[in-house]
């Protein structure tokens, strides 16, 4: 996937969300990996990776703390609970000495998130209570890690270029800024730099002629600062992400009892959602992915140019022969790109469906999931099918009345379209039922059987 060049990148970012003191989650889709930074009150908490390679099994391995064998041992002996309270209980490390290795490799995972190409950011605003409770436990130094990364992260040309980018941009610092970062390991030069800013607005070029320092080192030290809350900006655009909107529920017919209830759901990240950590995630281990089977791929003629509907169509096609595979990620991935080729015409309802049911696999992809179904639905409004699994979805998630719209606007259009037992058109007040074993990934399977390209 070609990279997204985006105006803004992390430390610009990091800089705005500390200076707005900020609570929720930063996604961010990366080319190796989908790593996941957790604010509060305008500091990062906590950060969250399915990189190959930074999760806390892995790295005890690489620092020698663990072998293989005994990993594995450890993972199958403690179910349910979480890597980093096991290798305590275990005996291999202290608390001292576990949170030590975590501060370690939660500093890799900013590194390699700064200086790794974005190929999407999100941010979700959100109470960290509610997804990250356990690993808030494990307290992380918000200022070193900062003041760290920053200094050894090789992104000297690309700070140059932002700063470059905002011209207007200007900065004031704290009246006692050598004072409130006296507890990070200063250089004699880094220190002197600092005593020469005061509280008047400056920018970056000039921050560098007042320090003398180089054009990157003086970028560097804007951003580091800004991130660390030493600067505020108090001139130009402050860099901010659109916050997520959850779409309206669909409300086939203005009747009283469709009364819209709110969509309480969580944003997916393309990615499959990184396992519950203690600060260590679960652990899922570096092993080789299985060579998938070949699959008949309608060829493209040489001599000929395919047309952007034959490339979505290619996709499709491969997505459906990952799906077999078990590898949702990239039929997801594939279904996007056929998407962003050919996404409005009514040839598109099947890479919609397909995208609609893989979504509904994973309850922290529902949104996206209703976002797909709306869309197939629009294309083909004679299926009953989108509607069928919308309210299916929307019944698993107890909204009982948008439920009730969606299967009745299904069973309008084909009176044959399954939906769960228990639900009643006659009686809207009737209790929904939980549903039985075919569910979402029955009808996954279903699909394979029916449609043949």
Not at 169 to 188: C, G, N, Q
Request: charged content about 25%; aromatic content about 6%.
């Amino acid at each position: 996937m070609p990279e997204v060049r985006l105006r803004h990148f992390l430390p610009a970012l990091m800089g705005s969300l500390h200076q707005q003191k900020a609570e929720g989650e930063l996604v961010l889709e990366q080319n190796d990996g989908t790593r996941r930074l957790y604010w509060a009150d305008g500091d990062l908490k906590y950060l969250r990776s399915d990189a190959v390679g930074e999760q806390f099994g892995n790295f005890l391995i690489r620092r020698g703390v663990l072998d293989m064998a005994s990993l594995k041992e450890l993972l199958a002996d403690g179910e349910g609970s979480r890597v980093g309270d096991r290798v305590v209980q275990w005996g291999l490390m202290t608390r001292e000495e576990r949170d030590e290795r975590l501060n370690e490799l939660l500093g890799s995972v900013l590194l390699h998130a700064m200086e790794h190409p974005i190929i999407r950011m999100t941010w979700i605003p959100e109470a960290l209570d509610d997804n990250l409770s356990g690993d808030l436990q494990f307290r992380m130094d918000h200022r070193l890690l900062v003041w760290e990364t920053f200094r050894n992260a090789k992104v000297d040309r690309e700070l140059v270029d932002m700063f470059q980018s905002e011209p207007e941009w200007r900065w004031k610092a704290k009246k006692d800024l050598l004072e409130s970062l006296s507890d990070l390991p200063l250089t004699p030069t880094l220190a002197y730099a600092l005593s020469l800013l005061g509280t008047e607005p400056l920018g970056c070029d000039t921050i560098g002629s007042l320090t003398g320092l180089p054009q990157e080192e003086a970028s560097r030290l804007v951003a580091t600062l800004w991130a660390l809350g030493g600067l505020t900006l108090v001139r130009g655009e402050l860099p901010l992400l659109p916050k997520v909107e959850l779409p309206p529920p669909p409300v086939p017919e203005p009747e009283p009892e469709l009364d819209v209830e709110p969509i309480l759901l969580v944003q997916e990240d393309l990615a499959p959602p990184a396992p519950p950590m203690f600060p260590a995630d679960a652990l899922e281990l570096d092993m080789p992915e299985p060579t998938p089977t070949p699959t008949a791929i309608p060829p493209m003629p040489d001599d000929v140019e395919p047309s952007p509907a034959d490339r979505a169509r290619h996709l499709l096609v491969k997505a459906k022969s990952y799906v077999m595979q078990d590898r949702t990620s990239e039929a997801i991935r594939a279904l996007e790109q056929a998407i962003k080729l050919d996404g409005d015409s009514p040839g598109a309802y099947e890479s919609w469906m397909l995208l609609g049911r893989l979504r509904l696999s994973n309850p922290a992809w529902s949104t996206r999931a209703i976002e797909a179904l709306q869309v197939a639905s629009r294309l083909n409004p004679r299926a009953a099918e989108p509607w069928a699994l919308m309210g299916e979805l929307y019944h698993r998630k107890g909204f009982r009345a948008n439920a009730q719209g969606c299967f009745r606007r299904a069973l309008e259009l084909d009176p044959s379209v399954a939906v769960p037992a228990g639900w009643s058109a006659e009686d809207p007040t009737q209790p929904l039922q939980k549903d039985g074993q075919g569910g979402i990934m029955g009808k996954l399977r279903g699909m394979f059987s029916r449609e043949k390209d």
